[in-house]
């Protein structure tokens, strides 16, 4: 792996490499630059996986230079250095998928423990390219998923940095501006009318829908296909020969697809519409703007038309400036130690957020970005090493929730952690505190947890909490874990195409023959076996 170091003081990168452990973690320096021009001649010319840079430099600073550079090179991850007085910046920096963000002076341990995990990020990344690449698998997938070898193609391309255009029809290539939509289907409601084994047959079904409809559009050309690795989303091309496409048109076009979906299959689904483009080559531009639209689920819910046309530099000034006044209380309660004010306060913003018309999604990163930073600032003030989340990438842990009331909990944790570390003369009973672990490896059951883990979190003796919890919840907990895990794939495995070796990462097994192993021992049957 190799690493570019941007930053106009000389001494501050040579403090940086020699901060980093090179061979242990099989990386290389790539090159060094003093400022944002000289740092975009040695991205094309050395191609580094990972890029360290400052925020302030002359000329062009960096999140100009991560502006310019992600469009060219968006597998590369970004590191933001930034001191406390730089926060703004940061904030900015989300809109262009920074990978993390360390604070000044940099710390020796979290830089290197920050760096293993975006090589582990790259390598699992390179792997699955590779794995995709095969035509044995390539085939096994199209067998399990009931899909089209035009749908990988066509998932390919909105994928890949340097896409093919074989596989467009010609009255699409013709055209003379462009969208892309995104639809995902929520196949687990109390309405819906397919069984658990037919969500290919209710995804074509949606398929066949969409196409039907846009057919009936005057002027309108379309490609309609299925994700090829995501079971859950239908991508949509678009494209008008004469004149520009008329956003509105499509908006109400697809709220009306929606709806009759809704009342006839019984299925909720959402869509996300991506601007505007004049060129087919901003397709997946357009794609990738489709799919940030629908994170506005997050505020308002499945069933709607989401779509995002803004600026990302509007989109920063709106934020809300009721929330920027409420930093200083906010701060002020984690100085005094008003944790459950903290909580209560932070869960009224987010509510604000979610009843305020026009919100948008980026308003919910901003927001929960800023608490996340003010608890770090906070433990690091109080030289406070909060195990585990405190090198986390704070927008990563929104992708996969369901609510902005789930943030609530996630905040709730961490101030329960924060708390932990600064009392530990704590008096939560040994009980009190399996429960917590109970609920904790409900949620990251595939973290490595185990029971110096728990000692080192809840400042308890690892033995005598794995006495007490094998008293209290029956069995031991290595096994309680794995009985988490082992139902977790059961779930998957019926409920998903993805492939074992997937399923086996995604419960917390980096090996696929000891999760068979571990998952015939308790079920008495092998995953195939089960999925079958």
Known sequence: MKVLIVDDEPLLREGLIRKIAWEPLGLQLAGEAGDGF????QLANCQPDIVLTDVRMPGMDGLQFINSARVNFPRTKFVIISGFDEFEYVREALLYNVRDYLLKPIDKEKLNTLLEGICEELRKEQQEAADRSKLSELNDMIRQSNLQPLDFQLTHLISEQEPRWDGIPMSLMQCTSFAGASVKIVYRNESSRFQENEE??????????IENTLAAEAGVQFLVFKHAYHSEEIVVFLGSQSGELGLQGLIETFNQTVEWIKQHLGLVISIGLGGIKQEMTQLRLSCMEARKALQNRLLFGNGNVYTDVESPTSAASAYPRVFVQAERGLSAMLEDGRHQEFLDYAGQLFRTLAETSGARYEQVEYLYTDIIHMLRKYAAKTATDLPNWNLGTPIASLDNLRS????????????QRLSGMLNRGTDQSCDEIIESVKQYIEVHYAEELSLQWVGESYFIHPNYFSKRFKTVVGISFNDYLTKVRIERSKELLRTTTLKIARISQLVGYEDQNYFCNVFKKITGTSPSAFRS
């Open 38 to 41: 000289e740092a975009m001649f």
């Open 200 to 209: 290919p047959l209710a995804r074509f079904a949606i398929q066949n829908i």
């Open 404 to 415: 902005w009331k789930d943030i609530i909990a996630i905040i709730e944790q961490q101030l």
